[in-house]
């Protein structure tokens, strides 16, 4: 069965460095998800992305972030100037067109900041 | 705004018992309710939705789910524990209002131990 993949598994990161998250969504899915889960919180959407362009973002996803479906199968999230509170486990996410879709979730990247 | 509950952060059943997780939810519209399950070092896998049509939806690894929307509850159950249940489990909501992107809100999750 296609899965959504996310590299890499863990980063360790100073403060104040950039970082580049990877995610491959299944092939066939037209929506793309960031999402994450700061250890001992509630899974907290970030942003969503659709046709090439940021549908939605939460309050959480600041000028720090950025996201970018540089081609067809790969699907980023940057952190700008990293910071402690960003230490969090961070899941992809795709589905495809139509109502009743589900979102599949890849295995997550564990980042650290140090 | 849609906002989920997941009532007991930590449910501990022995072998064979019945499990029970209970969520609530918030939702201005008709919901999209899922139930996801968390192994450890894994990901987000799903367990079982409820879109619309029958209230009683049933899931993988013998887990089901029953919307109630008086109560506004989509509790999971499963009639008996296998030690491989032990996970973390998260109730979540989709936000299919018109023009979203079926965004998720995700409750706290809910950490299944299962003992011999």
């Known amino acids: 069965e296609p899965e959504v993949t996310q590299t890499p598994s863990h980063q360790v990161t100073q403060m104040g460095q950039e970082v580049i998250l990877r995610c491959v969504p299944i092939s066939n899915h037209l929506y793309f998800y960031w999402y994450r889960q700061i250890l001992g919180q509630k899974v907290e959407f970030l942003v969503s992305?659709?046709?090439?362009?940021?549908?939605?973002k939460s309050e959480i996803f600041d000028d720090q972030f950025s996201v970018e479906r540089p081609d067809g199968s790969n699907f980023t999230l940057k952190i700008r100037s990293t910071k402690l509170e960003d230490s969090a486990m961070y899941f992809c996410a795709s589905r495809r067109e139509g109502l009743f879709q589900p979102q599949h979730f890849g295995d997550g990247t564990r980042l650290s900041i140090l | 705004a849609q906002s989920v509950t997941q009532l007991g952060s930590h449910v501990s059943v022995s072998e064979g018992a019945l499990v029970l997780l209970r969520c609530n939810y918030s939702?201005?519209?008709?919901?999209?309710l899922f139930w996801y399950v968390q192994y450890p070092n894994q990901g987000l896998q799903l367990l079982l939705k409820?879109?619309?049509?029958?209230?009683l939806v049933k899931g993988i690894n013998g887990f089901e789910a029953e919307f109630k929307k008086s109560e506004t509850s989509f509790h999971l159950t499963k009639p008996s524990a296998h030690m491989s249940d032990a996970a973390e489990y998260f109730c979540?909501?989709?936000?299919?209002?018109?023009?979203?992107?079926?965004?998720?809100?995700f409750g706290k999750g809910t950490l299944l131990t299962v003992n011999p």
């Open positions: 992305f659709y046709n090439n362009e940021i549908s939605e």
């Open positions: 939702s201005s519209v008709p919901p999209y």
């Open positions: 409820y879109t619309t049509g029958a209230t």
């Open positions: 979540a909501v989709s936000d299919n209002s018109g023009g979203s992107n079926y965004k998720l809100t």
